[in-house]
Nanobody, 125 residues
C-alpha cells in the first residue's frame, strides 16, 4: 500500500487547511486510516483515525471539535479538515493505515503498517 499526503502549508492562527491522503488501495477487513503528526523535538502523536467500513472515528483531545476526518472510499482517499488552527498544531503530518482493533491503535505509531511521506503544516502569524 502506498500513501501520498498533500495539502499542507502556512496558515495564520484561526485559519483552516484540508489535508488529503491518496492510497494505492485500502487494506481488506477491519482497518483504519489515520493521521499522525510530529513537531520538532516531540514524539509522533496520533491525531485522528477513521474506520472506513463503518465510519467510526477517533480524535485526540487536542484536536477534538476542530478537526474532522473523512474518506472517499471510491477514490481511496482520506481527508483531514483542520479548522481553528493554533500555533501548537504546527507539525509534519503523516497519513498511515493499519488493522483496527480499538482506538488505541490510533494513538500509537507502532500499530500502523503503512506510512506516507509527511506534509508540513505551519500555523503562524
Amino acid at each position: 500500500v502506498q500513501l501520498q499526503a498533500s495539502g499542507g502549508g502556512l496558515v495564520q492562527p484561526g485559519g483552516s487547511l484540508r489535508l488529503s491522503c491518496a492510497a494505492s488501495k485500502f487494506l481488506s477487513g477491519s482497518f483504519a486510516l489515520a493521521w499522525f503528526r510530529q513537531a520538532p523535538g516531540k514524539e509522533r502523536e496520533g491525531v485522528s483515525c477513521i474506520v472506513p467500513t463503518d465510519g467510526h472515528t477517533y480524535y485526540s483531545d487536542s484536536v477534538k471539535g476542530r478537526f474532522t476526518i473523512s474518506t472517499d472510499n471510491d477514490r481511496n482517499t482520506v481527508y483531514l479538515q483542520m479548522n481553528s488552527l493554533e500555533p501548537e498544531d504546527t507539525a509534519l503530518y503523516y497519513c498511515a493505515t493499519g488493522y483496527y482493533h480499538s482506538d488505541y491503535i490510533c494513538t500509537k505509531s507502532v500499530f500502523m503498517d503503512y506510512w506516507g511521506k509527511g506534509t508540513q503544516v505551519t500555523v503562524s502569524s
